[in-house]
């Protein structure tokens, strides 16, 4: 059985809990009104996956994590989720920090 680095398997919750829900959302459960904004958050969220996906260091995915919990920037991609009714980051932030402590990923100094 092939063992998963710790990266993978930050990066396999962000994709179950956070991710796929949004890539996966059709645009047949909105109306059509809300059809760009669905896809700008699917856009945004395929460009975070894709940034962190790459070999990035387990520790990069929990700075990243952290750090869009509280900036301007993912703000109005946070609230466009919520108006969306589809997971966003703080949602899942308990259980993901906790998953980065059990795997012994640190925080960022």
């Known amino acids: 059985m092939a063992t998963t680095t710790s990266h993978e398997q930050l990066v396999d919750f962000l994709e179950a809990r956070a991710w796929a829900p949004v890539l996966q959302a059709s645009p047949r459960r909105y109306p059509k009104e809300r059809h760009p904004a669905l896809r700008e958050v699917q856009r945004a969220v395929a460009r975070h996956k894709a940034r962190l996906e790459r070999d990035v260091a387990a520790a990069e995915v929990r700075a990243w994590f952290t750090r869009s919990l ?12 919520v108006a969306l ?13 906790e998953l980065c402590d059990a795997l012994g990923v640190p925080a960022e100094a």
């Open 70 to 81: 509280t900036d301007r920037e993912s703000e109005r991609l946070r609230e466009q989720l």
């Open 85 to 97: 009714d589809l997971p966003a980051l703080p949602d899942v932030a308990d259980e993901f920090l």
